[in-house]
């Protein structure tokens, strides 16, 4: 009971947190409650204490709006080459396979970049723990997904 009102704290601090992201997309309900559920399921995944989770989330949000943005800007890139894959050129197919791997690396880049950050707020058993919980919750996601249909 006393965990249950403590994650509701965290959801709290979270959206209070998550304030300057509201300008980056607009959210809707849905959103809300999948990100509402996003910080739960870490939260417990990685045993969050109130002083970790007061020091963690402000950084993951911050890395989670830049790899929103790296992804939306990859999406939109792809989406304004008007590609025929039927017809790709060599050439083409190069140039399509080396924006793709630009992207994973900026990728990458990204996740190092806030892993240094990670490892000041959090033990390294916890941020260990961090992407599983990220990959655990997809999944998730994904199974209520299909449950829905």
Known sequence: MVYKKILLLFVGLVFGFNVFSQTIQEKNESSQKIRAAKVAHITQKLALTPTEAEKFWPVYNKFDIERWELRQSHHKLLKN?????EKLTDSQAEELINTHLKYRQDDIDL?????????QV??????????NAERSFQ??????????D
């Open 81 to 85: 080459k008007d590609i025929n894959f």
């Open 111 to 119: 996740e190092k970049k806030y892993m240094k950050e990670f490892k």
């Open 122 to 131: 959090l033990p390294l058993t916890k941020v260990a723990k961090l992407f």
């Open 139 to 148: 999944t998730e996601i994904l199974k209520r997904l299909r449950n829905k």
